[in-house]
């Protein structure tokens, strides 16, 4: 409020008129002219300092930002299927558009972390004289080896870990848990450097044992939802105009009666491959009742 005192004259002689003396409003003017210049001039250097490059804090920690690798990532082509985790919502390719991979010594010591817990998981399920294996601890270890080897971008090693992470989960009926180390494992699978025959096999084989996993739980939609990712997983990088595998398309089949029961099912008649789960076996053909509406 200092600065609005100093020109009352000339702010009086602004709202009512020139009722003040020509020496208060040229004074008042004089001020009025004066301020922005020395506004400018002291704006300058923070808009100088405000342009010039600042070094990122991220790279003097350890960490440097890179783009998600090309060879990893699957091609953009129009005539090619995508992986399921980019049909079903486009997870991999968000999470992969920018990734913070620690190096230098930060990479080092993460690294030696991962392998400690690794050593710890591996003690946890060893057996001796006095003590018996532990999955559960086992499983935590590692799940926080697999961590440690996603912030080195160790997209191998963070696969297998959580591979041994979900498996020792399913034993103990952590099927929600595994199910996610699974889907985790089967995302890496798909963006890893494996041959693309590979990479189909093991996305199929990880999505069917999270499905597995959600139907141990009683959840049928998240099994369904796997069991067509991992159908999905066997087309991946095919040509759009091709036939769709039979084995793919009973699985996908095979989902849909899992979210909907044939008997629910009004467009069941529209199943080529595969057996219901309701239909019987030792069913008289000739019997009407037991034939599909």
């Not at 990734?99 to 050593?119: H, P, T």
Request: with cysteine; net charge positive.
């Amino acid at each position: 409020m200092s600065h609005y005192k100093r020109d009352q004259a000339s702010n009086r002689d602004a709202l009512f008129g020139g009722a003040g003396s020509s020496s208060s409003s040229s004074s008042g003017g004089e001020g009025r002219k004066a301020r922005p210049s020395s506004t400018r001039s002291a704006a300058s250097p923070t808009s100088a300092a405000a342009a010039a490059p600042r070094p990122s804090p991220r790279n003097n920690a350890g960490i440097r930002s890179t783009l998600g690798s090309t060879s990893n990532t699957p091609v953009n082509d129009p005539q090619i299927t995508p992986g399921p985790s980019e049909i079903f919502g486009g997870k991999i390719a968000s999470r992969n558009r920018m990734v913070s991979i620690l190096n230098g010594q930060a990479k080092i010591d993460k690294m030696a972390e991962a392998e400690d817990n690794r050593l710890k998981a591996k003690q946890a399920m060893t057996r001796g004289i006095f003590s018996k294996p532990d999955p559960i601890s086992a499983a935590n270890f590692y799940k926080r080896a697999a961590d440690a080897y996603k912030a080195c971008g160790e997209n191998r090693l963070e696969r297998l870990h959580r591979i041994a992470s979900g498996d020792l989960q399913m034993g103990q009926d952590a099927y929600a848990t595994a199910a996610a180390e699974y889907t985790r494992a089967a995302e890496l699978a798909e963006i890893s450097d494996e041959t693309l025959p590979r990479k189909r096999q093991e996305c199929h084989k990880l999505h069917s044992d999270a499905a597995t996993a959600w139907a141990n739980m009683g959840e049928k939609g998240r099994s369904a939802e796997s069991t067509v990712k991992a159908a999905f997983g066997l087309i991946m990088g095919q040509d759009l105009t091709a036939a769709i595998d039979k084995k793919a398309l009973a699985r996908i089949e095979e989902s849909i009666e899992t979210f909907v029961p044939d008997p629910l099912n009004r467009k069941r008649n529209y199943r080529r491959n595969g057996i219901s789960a309701y239909d019987d076996p030792n069913a008289d053909p000739y019997d009407k009742s037991a034939l599909r509406n």
